[in-house]
């Protein structure tokens, strides 16, 4: 009886050991349910004509809050922050146009009016009205430029850590200083170079259970062809949003960290 007992956990340890994908997803897959679960998020997909754009989503009798991820991001990343918002507000979660569980078109070009267009017709498909809006990194570029545009749509809007903004600081961040050098952190190659781009977005890494790292790794190698043309797209053509601030009269709430204090 005891040898039969043992033979799922040697079955669990040499799947652990050996890495193997499908049980390594099916872990995985686990562990985001029951986080979207706790959140009370459900996912849910709308319509845009050339793809559907995903998205997770809380129920609230309030009014509601759109957040949008950073680039090579996903709506996950919103799943535990979620929990922070109070329950009367409704929750919305986009995955942007080539990110996540979206489409990956490789005849379009991913610069930043397309991925703001993108989401201004997934806003518009499921109704959103009015809302408030918060974005880190390149979310909060496409924040700024669809509130610039869409003035009468948003109540408020938070940024964190924006694309499009400089930040005043007495010293370049290290992803600056790599950026400035030619390197592209966010467009990793590898699972070194993936676990690389955690010491830039952590300056305290939280506890990661496995095979939370090893299945995003996989992922962003997998997609990293494509991840480095989204980021030629996003440089390629940039628009200039500072001349655009001006024009924001929302509440705004700019929130610009580094290893030591918050701006």
Same mark, same amino acid.
């Given at each position: 009886?005891?040898?039969?007992?043992?033979?799922?956990?040697?079955?669990?340890?040499?799947?652990?050991?050996?890495?193997?994908?499908?049980?390594?997803?099916?872990?995985?897959?686990?562990?985001?349910?029951?986080? &979207?679960?706790?959140?009370?998020?459900?996912?849910?997909?709308?319509?845009?004509?050339?793809?559907?754009?995903?998205?997770?989503?809380?129920?609230?009798?309030?009014?509601?809050?759109?957040? !949008? /991820?950073?680039?090579?991001?996903?709506?996950?990343?919103?799943? &535990?922050?979620?929990? /922070?918002?109070?329950?009367?507000?409704?929750?919305?979660?986009?995955?942007?146009?080539? /990110?996540?569980?979206?489409?990956?078109?490789?005849?379009?070009?991913?610069?930043?009016?397309? !991925?703001?267009?993108?989401?201004?017709?997934?806003?518009?498909?499921?109704?959103?009205?009015?809302? /408030?809006?918060?974005?880190?990194?390149?979310?909060?570029?496409?924040?700024?430029?669809?509130?610039? &545009?869409?003035?009468?749509?948003?109540?408020?809007?938070?940024?964190?850590?924006?694309?499009?903004?400089?930040?005043?600081?007495?010293?370049?961040?290290?992803?600056?200083?790599?950026?400035?050098?030619?390197?592209?952190?966010?467009?990793?190659?590898?699972?070194?170079?993936?676990?690389?781009?955690?010491?830039?977005?952590?300056?305290?890494?939280?506890?990661?259970?496995?095979?939370?790292?090893?299945?995003?790794?996989?992922?962003?190698?997998?997609?990293?062809?494509?991840?480095?043309?989204?980021?030629?797209?996003?440089?390629?053509?940039?628009?200039? !949003?500072?001349?655009?601030?001006?024009?924001?009269?929302?509440?705004?709430?700019? !929130?610009?960290?580094?290893?030591? &204090?918050?701006?």
């Amino acid at each position: 009886m005891k040898k039969v007992a043992l033979i799922p956990a040697v079955f669990l340890l040499a799947c652990m050991v050996t890495g193997c994908a499908s049980f390594k997803l099916g872990m995985y897959d686990c562990m985001i349910n029951a986080d &979207r679960s706790r959140s009370d998020l459900k996912t849910g997909s709308v319509d845009i004509g050339e793809q559907n754009i995903a998205y997770l989503e809380r129920p609230g009798d309030g009014e509601t809050i759109v957040l !949008i /991820h950073g680039f090579g991001a996903n709506k996950d990343n919103w799943v &535990r922050f979620v929990r /922070h918002i109070p329950r009367r507000y409704r929750v919305v979660c986009f995955d942007m146009p080539g /990110h996540g569980d979206n489409v990956k078109l490789g005849d379009k070009t991913y610069d930043i009016d397309y !991925i703001t267009g993108g989401f201004s017709q997934a806003a518009d498909a499921m109704g959103l009205k009015k809302f /408030h809006i918060a974005g880190n990194s390149m979310g909060g570029f496409v924040s700024m430029l669809y509130t610039s &545009r869409n003035p009468d749509r948003v109540i408020t809007m938070c940024l964190l850590d924006a694309a499009g903004l400089i930040a005043q600081t007495p010293q370049p961040s290290d992803l600056q200083r790599a950026l400035e050098q030619g390197q592209s952190p966010l467009t990793p190659t590898s699972e070194k170079e993936f676990r690389e781009l955690l010491d830039y977005a952590f300056y305290k890494k939280p506890f990661v259970p496995w095979p939370v790292i090893p299945v995003l790794a996989d992922r962003a190698v997998d997609s990293s062809d494509f991840t480095q043309k989204m980021w030629r797209d996003f440089h390629t053509s940039p628009t200039d !949003i500072v001349p655009m601030l001006p024009g924001i009269s929302q509440p705004s709430l700019v !929130i610009w960290g580094d290893r030591d &204090r918050i701006l």
